[in-house]
Nanobody, 116 residues
Framework: QVQLVESGGGLAQPGGSLRLSCAAS????????MSWARQAPGKGLEWISE????????YYADSVKGRFTISRDNARNTLYLQMNSLEPDDTAVYYC?????????WGQGTQVSVSS
């Protein structure tokens, strides 16, 4: 059974940091590219970052570039998103996704709220 479980969300102050994790099971994690997306209240889904299988390629949306860092630990089957310099506009539900060979799997999401 494929599972992606996000954690690490919560409330942060502007300028603060959070680290999201996405624990994967039920598939060959190391063979899948991974990404993070988010959905803010009343808005559509926004892709924000992705990483390829051997950690050699990482990509970011302009809205998070320089503030967020994506990484993966294939030995632990876990994807991370380090979020620094958080802004109120980063408030959203954050989802991880695994994708390869036309397949994709999504997690259930974790809420991040940025407010003073």
């Amino acid at each position: 059974q494929v599972q992606l479980v996000e954690s690490g969300g919560g409330l942060a102050q502007p300028g603060g940091s959070l680290r999201l994790s996405c624990a994967a099971s039920g598939f060959s994690f190391s063979k899948y590219a991974m990404s993070w997306a988010r959905q803010a209240p009343g808005k559509g889904l926004e892709w924000i970052s992705e990483i390829y299988t051997s950690d050699t390629g990482t990509y970011y949306a302009d809205s998070v570039k320089g503030r967020f860092t994506i990484s993966r630990d294939n030995a632990r089957n876990t994807l991370y998103l380090q979020m620094n310099s958080l802004e109120p506009d980063d408030t959203a539900v954050y989802y991880c996704k695994a994708f390869a060979w036309g397949r994709e799997y999504w997690g259930q999401g974790t809420q991040v709220s940025v407010s003073s």
